[in-house]
């Protein structure tokens, strides 16, 4: 039975290692633009998913509200925060650079009295990373989300 298990020679102690050490560089070189094309996506889904949960909200602000001007631009705001507020989850320091909420074609409470068919939500913002930094540039990676929904307010 002990004549199965083979004891390694002092030349073959050092074999893995010496593996580790050549394959480990190239794997890293393959796995650095994979983690962050998955990072790219990630933050992507959660600017799509909070320009979405902003249009949401705009589309069920009711009619009265949609009506004055003050109430709408209200409305607004807190579809702006909405937004911001999901994206601030992503990472500290990530911020939306904008965030565009359209009643139609035009910016919501900028006409007094009437009621859209479509609202619109459009934000952006960049992606920085310390760590990929030479793959996104000075600037970083930019992310935007656009969402239309139709107007379904009571």
């Not at 909070?50 to 009265?64: C, E, F, G, L």
Request: one cysteine or more.
């Amino acid at each position: 039975m002990n004549r199965l298990i083979r004891k390694p020679c002092p030349r073959e102690r050092g074999a893995a290692a010496i593996e580790l050490a050549l394959v480990l560089p190239i794997l890293l070189l393959v796995m650095a633009p994979l983690i962050l094309y998955a990072r790219y996506m990630w933050h992507y889904t959660v600017a799509q998913k909070a320009a979405q949960d902003a249009a949401r909200y705009m589309s069920t602000v009711s009619v009265v509200e949609m009506r004055s001007k003050k109430l709408t631009v209200f409305a607004r705001s807190i579809a702006v925060e909405i937004a911001r507020r999901e994206v601030a989850d992503l990472a500290p320091g990530e911020a939306i650079s904008s965030v565009d909420v359209l009643c139609d074609t035009h910016v919501c409470g900028s006409t007094t009295g009437s009621v859209p068919t479509t609202v619109n939500v459009f934000l952006s913002f960049h992606l920085t990373d310390t760590i990929f930094n030479m793959y996104m540039g000075p600037y970083g990676i930019p992310i935007e989300a656009n969402v239309t929904m139709r107007y379904a307010g009571k």
